[in-house]
């Protein structure tokens, strides 16, 4: 449902708000990927990336439609649908924890290396909230001898589940964007299996 096609009709949409006039206090308008832009209740810089509550149709006028920004988060708490994944920035590893915002933090986390068990060779336990950490060149191991804060270095200890999400890979080294995709789509299957609805 995150990826809709122009017609279909659907009570949320994702969109970027285009730079228009707008009179004050009137919103800002948004290319949903419809056939209209859409206007909406706040007035937000044009570029911004928002999650809109698509009004009626009635409400709608022949130059736009209209609806409400809400949270990215709307559409899964009240319709539990997919919408999509979040990535932030943390200054260290051990901020991906204490700025953690669920309220009883993640409870599967899991790391990837080549050194790590196989996916397939895994049994996985149920949970709400995961977190998946990538490495860099070298693997995860000089991010976390970088954290100050961290009394333990072997990163097996610090993960529930320290996995080769790319095993005979045949290379020294995989690119971010390149590990990215492959460990999704391994772990797309435990996830989706796992994974428990709010």
Not at 80 to 85: E, F, H, L, R, S
């Amino acid at each position: 449902p995150h990826h809709l096609r122009a017609s279909e009709v659907a009570p949320f949409r994702v969109g970027v708000v285009v730079k228009r006039p707008v009179k004050k206090g009137k919103g800002s308008y948004v290319d949903c990927g419809i056939d209209k832009e859409v206007r909406i209740d706040k007035e937000l810089e044009s570029g911004t990336r928002v999650t809109v509550r698509m009004s009626p149709e009635s409400e709608s006028t022949v130059k736009h439609y209209k609806g409400v920004a809400v949270s990215p988060d709307t559409p899964r708490t009240e319709l539990g649908t997919y919408w999509g994944y979040r990535v932030r920035l943390a200054e260290s590893f051990s901020s991906v924890f204490t700025e953690c915002p669920y309220k009883d933090g993640y409870d599967l986390t899991i790391g990837t290396s080549d050194k790590g068990d196989l996916v397939e060779e895994t049994v996985f336990r149920h949970f709400r909230h995961v977190v998946v950490f990538l490495g860099g060149l070298q693997g995860l191991e000089p991010v976390i001898e970088a954290d100050e804060t961290l009394q333990e270095a072997d990163p097996r200890t610090l993960f529930d589940y320290y996995l080769n999400t790319c095993p005979n890979q045949g290379s020294r080294t995989i690119r971010t964007e390149e590990a990215l995709l492959i460990t999704l789509a391994s772990l797309r299957q435990p996830i989706a299996l796992n994974g428990m609805r709010d």
